[in-house]
């Protein structure tokens, strides 16, 4: 799989409200003629318009529009290398058949849109605070015909997900799946919200925007959850799904590179099924 990026052209068309788009699309069919606009504008189109599936691991079969296209580089999320380090535990986690997901920093939906076609049965809720990824993570959840099971909504504070936990029987069976830049240090309080003592919670911890967070998140769920710490690692060519399998070791490290500002550990934490919890008593 090889996905050409035209650069400049393909910026432009992404930086318009969602709803130019299209009349943009016609306004260029009816006022360029040159054959070298054509194509820019045509792979222009083509990269922002067509979706692509993720080629393995747990999302494998999803379809996602590329919505940072690097030039002539499938991305992460394609090849199914993205968070790479997560697949055996999200398995698990599917593999538990929650009865509700929320998922709190949707971006473009991969989590929420992979996780409604793993789990048909359950409810889904996405919090994304940002209008344009939430419109981009709707687009993908019609193309992979889950729109209408999934409950898109915008910023997620403490007292949302507060109402949305409930108490004790109303979080049970609940997974929450939190990557929102640090804000995971406001919303994953117990004290302050009872119903997380009773939810599966898997959360990738920030702390470049919260100093001290590696700590304070466990430490705050260690009465209540098993936690299992989770590192990023270096990719691999074994990582390379096997459609690329003769891709040249260049090009395959580049187009699995994931652009982070820093460590950002992810924790899986399950409520213990023995014990008093804060909210039992
Ligand atoms: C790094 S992205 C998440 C990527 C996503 N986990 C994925 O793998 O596709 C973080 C997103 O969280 C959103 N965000 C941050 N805090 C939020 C909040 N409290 N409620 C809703 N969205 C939030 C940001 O707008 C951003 O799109």
């Known amino acids: 799989m090889t996905q050409s990026s035209p650069g400049t052209v393909t910026r432009v068309y992404r930086g318009l409200p969602p709803g130019l788009f299209q009349p943009v699309f016609e306004l260029r069919r009816r006022l360029l ?16 318009f067509r979706p692509l599936r993720v080629l393995q691991g747990p999302f494998a079969g999803t379809l996602l529009r590329d919505d940072r296209p690097r030039r002539d580089l499938p991305s992460p999320k394609h090849l199914g290398t993205y968070e790479i380090e997560l697949a055996d535990a999200v398995e698990a986690l599917v593999a538990e058949q929650p009865r509700r997901v929320i998922v709190i920093g949707a971006a473009e939906g991969l989590y929420t849109v992979g996780l409604a076609r793993r789990l048909p049965e359950a409810e889904h809720v996405a919090y994304e605070g ?22 898109f909504r915008g910023f997620c504070d403490p007292n949302t997900l507060r109402r949305d936990l409930g108490d004790a029987a109303a979080a049970r069976g609940t997974l929450i799946v939190c990557d929102c830049e640090g804000y995971e240090d406001e919303l994953l309080r117990p004290d302050e919200n009872p119903g997380l003592a009773h939810a599966t919670i898997l959360v990738e911890l920030h702390p470049m925007f919260r100093e001290g967070i590696e700590e304070t998140i466990p430490a705050r769920f260690a009465a209540t959850h098993e936690i299992e710490r989770i590192e990023q690692r270096e990719r691999t060519l074994d990582d390379l799904p096997a459609e690329l399998a003769g891709l040249d070791a260049d090009t395959a490290m580049r187009a699995m590179r994931e652009t982070r500002r820093g460590a950002t550990p992810f924790l899986v934490m399950r409520p213990r099924r023995t014990g008093v919890t804060p909210a039992d008593d």
């Open 33 to 48: 003629r040159g054959r070298a606009w054509e194509d820019g504008l045509g792979r222009a189109h083509r990269a922002a």
């Open 130 to 151: 940002l209008p344009l990824w939430r419109w981009r993570a709707e687009r993908n959840a019609r193309d992979n015909g889950v729109a209408d099971r999934i409950d």
